[in-house]
C-alpha cells in the first residue's frame, strides 16, 4: 500500500540511498587502496563471512536458529570441486549445476528438518553439520580427511582472469551485492511479512492463513542454497579444501557474526559481525590456542550484556539518550513554569 | 449448517479437556461460550481453527468437514480467530500488523481497499499506524487483532474473551464493535469470562463445565437462569 510520506521521511530515504551509493563506492575501490595480498585474502575471506551470516540470519528470520550453517557450505564446494575436477566442467557450468543440485538437497533434507522448529532444529541442524563433515572426511574420492588440493581457479571469463585476489575479490563482491540486494528484497515482500508473523508467533500466523512449515522451508533452503554457492567461491579461489575447513567450529563463527553485529539486523549485522570477527582473531594471532576461550567469552559478554549485538546497542542507547533529552527539556519546561 | 461442532473430544498429552462437546452456530448469529477457567472454552476455539487436532469427532463448516484441516487451510475458508493472550505482533508497527492480516489477500487493489474498510471503521488505528504495535493501549491492540481478523473477510469470527483487561469503557466500545461487525452479516463466537457483556450481545449461549456443555439455550433466557446467574453473574 502506498502511504503518503512526509518529508521526514523522505529525507531519511535519501540519506539512505547516499549512505548506500558511498558503501558500495567504497567497496569497488577497496582493493586499489591495499596493497598487502595478506588483508586482501582476510578482506576476501570477511565478505565470504559476511554471506554465510546472512545465510543464518535468513533462517532465524523464519523463526530458525541453525547450528550447522557451514554444512551447506561444504556441500557447495565439494559439488563444485567434483564437478570441474572430476567431471572436467567449466566454473561457469558447475555454479549453476552446484545451485540447482544443492537446492534440491536442501528441499530434502529441509522437508524432513524444518517439521519442528524450536530447539529440534537447532540440534538436528548441528547434528546434520557434523555428520556432512564426518561423512565426506571418510569418503575416499573426496580426498578423505585430507582434502583436494589444486582446484583450479575458475576460467578467465573475456579479459578478467581471476588469477589475482583483485579479479576474486570482484567475482565475491557481486555475489555479496547479489545476496543483498535479493534478501532485501525479500525481506520487504509478503514473504518477508509471513516470516516475520512465523517468528513473532506460528501459531498466530497460522490463524492468518500463513502455512509456516512452507515459508520455513523456503528460508531454508533459499539460506543453503547461498551458503552453497558461496562455498563454489571458497574451495575455486583457496584451491584446496579439507572437511576440517567446514568443521561445527565454523557454524558457531557464523552464528557468532550475525549475534555480535546485530539479530535483529539482518544484512548489516552480519556484515558487521564478520568483518570484526575475520580481522581481530587474526591480530591475535599470538594466542591462536586460546581463541576459542577468547571466542567463548566474547559470545558471554554478548549475550550477557548487550543482546542486541553492536548495531542493536547502538540504535537503543541512541534512543535513550533521545528519550533523555526530551526529559531535560520537560525538566527545564517545568522548572521554568514553576518559578513563575 | 453454517457451523456445527458434533461430539467432540480433544486431549492436551493424556488429559482429556474436551469430552463430548456438541455446538451449532447458525449464519448471521452471535453466540457465546462461557465458563469458568479451565472450562475447555479456548482449548474449543482453537480445535475450531485448526491449532488443536480433536482425538474425537467433527467440526463441519459450510457443508464440509474441517477437522483435520490445519489452521492456515480453515481461515482460507473463512474463519478467522482472534486468539486471547498475545494478539497482535507486538515489535511490528501497526501498519504491519495490519498487511500481514492482508496476507491472503493476493491482490494490491483489493488488500487496499480492505485497508481503506478498516480505517473507516477503527481511525484511531490510521492515527496510529506507524507506531509499534506493543506501545497501542488494551483497547487499541485488541481492535488491531479483530481488524486484522477482519481483513480475511471472514463469515466466522470467533473471538477470546476480548474484554479482558479492558476498563469498563472500553468494554462498551468493545461491544459496539461486536455488534457492528455482526450487523455486516458476519457470524460471531464469543468466548468470554465477562457474561454479563456476552449474554446481553449474543442470541444464544452455551455453558462450559469441565469439557462439557452442562446448559444452552437462548442467552436472555439464561441471563436470568438462577444456576447461571449465582455461578457466573455474581448472584
Redesign the interface.
Given at each position: 500500500m502506498k502511504l503518503p510520506n512526509n518529508g521526514a521521511n523522505h529525507k531519511t530515504n535519501r540519506y539512505k540511498l547516499l549512505a548506500i551509493i558511498i558503501a558500495v563506492a567504497a567497496l569497488v575501490v577497496l582493493p586499489f587502496c591495499i596493497e598487502s595480498g595478506y588483508i586482501k585474502h582476510l578482506i576476501i575471506m570477511a565478505c565470504i563471512g559476511t554471506i554465510l551470516g546472512m545465510t543464518f540470519s535468513m533462517l532465524y528470520s523464519a523463526g530458525l536458529i541453525t547450528l550447522g550453517a557451514a554444512a551447506f557450505y561444504a556441500v557447495g564446494a565439494y559439488t563444485s570441486t567434483v564437478l570441474v575436477m572430476y567431471a572436467g566442467l567449466s566454473f561457469w557450468v558447475a555454479l549453476p549445476l552446484t545451485v540447482m543440485i544443492s537446492a534440491i538437497m536442501a528441499l530434502g533434507f529441509g522437508a524432513l528438518f524444518v517439521r519442528n522448529a524450536g530447539v529440534a532444529f537447532v540440534i538436528i541442524s548441528l547434528i546434520f553439520a557434523q555428520v556432512i563433515v564426518i561423512a565426506i572426511g571418510q569418503a575416499e574420492f573426496l580426498g578423505g580427511w585430507g582434502g583436494i588440493i589444486g582446484i583450479p581457479r575458475p576460467d578467465s571469463l573475456g579479459p578478467v582472469e581471476f588469477a589475482t585476489k583483485h579479479d576474486f575479490y570482484y567475482l565475491i563482491l557481486a555475489f555479496l551485492l547479489l545476496v543483498v540486494v535479493v534478501y532485501t528484497a525479500l525481506y520487504s515482500s509478503r514473504i518477508g511479512r509471513a516470516w516475520r508473523a512465523i517468528k513473532l508467533s506460528p501459531n498466530l500466523a497460522g490463524t492468518l492463513g500463513i502455512n509456516a512449515y512452507r515459508y520455513r522451508l523456503l528460508a531454508y533452503v533459499i539460506g543453503s542454497t547461498t551458503a552453497a554457492v558461496a562455498g563454489c567461491f571458497y574451495a575455486h579461489y583457496f584451491q584446496n579444501i579439507t572437511p576440517g575447513a567446514f568443521s561445527g567450529w565454523l557454524s558457531i563463527y557464523v552464528q557468532l557474526y550475525a549475534v555480535l553485529g546485530g539479530l535483529e539486523f539482518y544484512i548489516l549485522g552480519p556484515a558487521i559481525g564478520a568483518v570484526i570477527m575475520t580481522f581481530v582473531p587474526e591480530y591475535l594471532r599470538v594466542v591462536k590456542e586460546i581463541e576459542p576461550i577468547i571466542t567463548g567469552i566474547l559470545l558471554l559478554i554478548i549475550i550477557l550484556f548487550f543482546p542486541g549485538g553492536i548495531l542493536g546497542t547502538i540504535r537503543n542507547s541512541a534512543n535513550v539518550s533521545f528519550e533523555g533529552f526530551d526529559a531535560r527539556v520537560k525538566k527545564i519546561k517545568a522548572s521554568l513554569t514553576g518559578k513563575r | 449448517m453454517f457451523l456445527e461442532v458434533k461430539d467432540l473430544i480433544v486431549h492436551y498429552g493424556k488429559a482429556e479437556v474436551i469430552k463430548g462437546l456438541s455446538l451449532k452456530v447458525e449464519e448471521k448469529e452471535i453466540v457465546t461460550i462461557i465458563g469458568a477457567n479451565g472450562a475447555g472454552k479456548t482449548t474449543t476455539l482453537r480445535t475450531i481453527?485448526?491449532?488443536k487436532t480433536p482425538s474425537r469427532g467433527e467440526v463441519w463448516f459450510c457443508g464440509g468437514k474441517i477437522s483435520g484441516l490445519?489452521?492456515?487451510k480453515i481461515?482460507?475458508l473463512g474463519i478467522?480467530?482472534v486468539?486471547e493472550g498475545?494478539?497482535i505482533?507486538?515489535?511490528?508497527s501497526v501498519?504491519?500488523n495490519l498487511?500481514?492480516?492482508a496476507?491472503?489477500r493476493k491482490d494490491?487493489k483489493e488488500?487496499?481497499a480492505g485497508?481503506k474498510n478498516i480505517f473507516d471503521h477503527f481511525p484511531i488505528l490510521n492515527e496510529r499506524?506507524k507506531q509499534i504495535a506493543g506501545s497501542l493501549s488494551g483497547g487499541e491492540q485488541q481492535m488491531l487483532a479483530i481488524a486484522?481478523a477482519l481483513l480475511?473477510q471472514p463469515k466466522l469470527i470467533m473471538m477470546d474473551e476480548p474484554s479482558t483487561g479492558l476498563s469498563p469503557l472500553v468494554v462498551e466500545q468493545m461491544g459496539l464493535i461486536i455488534t457492528d461487525i455482526n450487523s455486516r452479516g458476519i457470524s460471531i463466537v464469543l468466548v468470554e469470562q465477562n457474561a454479563r457483556m456476552a449474554l446481553n450481545l449474543a442470541q444464544r449461549a452455551y455453558v462450559l463445565e469441565a469439557g462439557k456443555c452442562v446448559l444452552e439455550g437462548e442467552a436472555s433466557a439464561m441471563a436470568n437462569d438462577q444456576r447461571v446467574k449465582s455461578a457466573y453473574l455474581g448472584g
Open positions: - | 481453527s485448526g491449532l490445519k489452521a492456515h481461515v482460507r478467522s480467530h486468539p498475545r494478539k505482533l507486538a515489535p511490528l501498519m504491519e498487511e500481514i492480516g496476507y491472503l494490491k488488500a487496499v485497508f499506524r486484522r480475511n
